[in-house]
Structures are given as C-alpha cells and as structure tokens.
C-alpha cells in the first residue's frame, strides 16, 4: 500500500490543490506499519493532474482533510482510493491511525 498526503507547513493540508509537498508512505497494512516515507515537491498546480502524476509513482490512497468532487472521480478511474476529512496533523501520525482503523474523519473541507 502507498498512501499520498498534501502537506502544508509539515502538516496533513486542508486544501488537496494547494499544498507544498506530497508525503508518500509505504505500508504494510497486514502488519500495520510504515515501511519508508518521503516528501516531495508536485508540479504546479493544474486540473487533473495530480491523479495521473500520483499514479505513476504507485499511489493506492490518498488521505486528505479536503477535495473537490471532480478530483475524487479523476483518482477513482486511476485506482486510487480517497480519503477526506483527516484532521491537520503530520502525515505518519494520520498513516497508523489509518492502518489501525482509528482514523476519525470530519466533513470534507473544499466545496468545489
């Protein structure tokens, strides 16, 4: 499993769109660990690119505390699950909630 975060200030964004750097976590989900984490810088921000660009490093999930409707489908049809409504919080603290099932999830924070 690797699961993709934005991240803003070292922080789980609550903007999928607009943030500063991507967290990429590999995971064991039978042994619910964390395997290796890296950051790294997206290209600029255009409509329908992350999916693709997230997909082609071998993204399986996305956890986000907000994204728009549209994105959410465009990551469905690239075989990435979606998560909204994560809190703020650093992105290997939300994995293992995550991985042990005690991820609580709000409202998703972009309306767009």
């Known amino acids: 499993m690797k699961i ?18 991507f967290a990429v976590i590999d995971a064991n989900p039978a042994t ?3 395997l290796a984490s890296e950051e790294i810088v997206p290209p ?17 999930h996305i956890i986000a505390g907000g994204m728009g409707q ?6 469905a049809k690239n075989r ?3 998560v909204v409504g994560a809190p703020s ?4 603290k939300i994995v293992k909630l995550f991985l ?6 709000g409202a998703n924070s972009c309306d767009h």
Not at 44 to 60: K, M, N, Q, S, Y
């Open 4 to 21: 993709a975060m934005p991240l803003t200030g070292g922080s789980l964004s609550s903007h999928f769109g607009h943030c500063e750097r």
């Open 44 to 60: 600029p921000h255009e409509p329908g690119l992350f999916p693709a660009w997230l997909a082609e490093r071998g993204v399986t």
């Open 100 to 105: 042990e099932g005690t991820l609580v999830t």
């Open 80 to 82: 990435i699950e979606v």
């Open 70 to 75: 549209n994105a959410r489908n465009l990551f």
């Open 32 to 34: 619910k660990s964390i």
């Open 89 to 92: 919080e650093p992105s290997e």
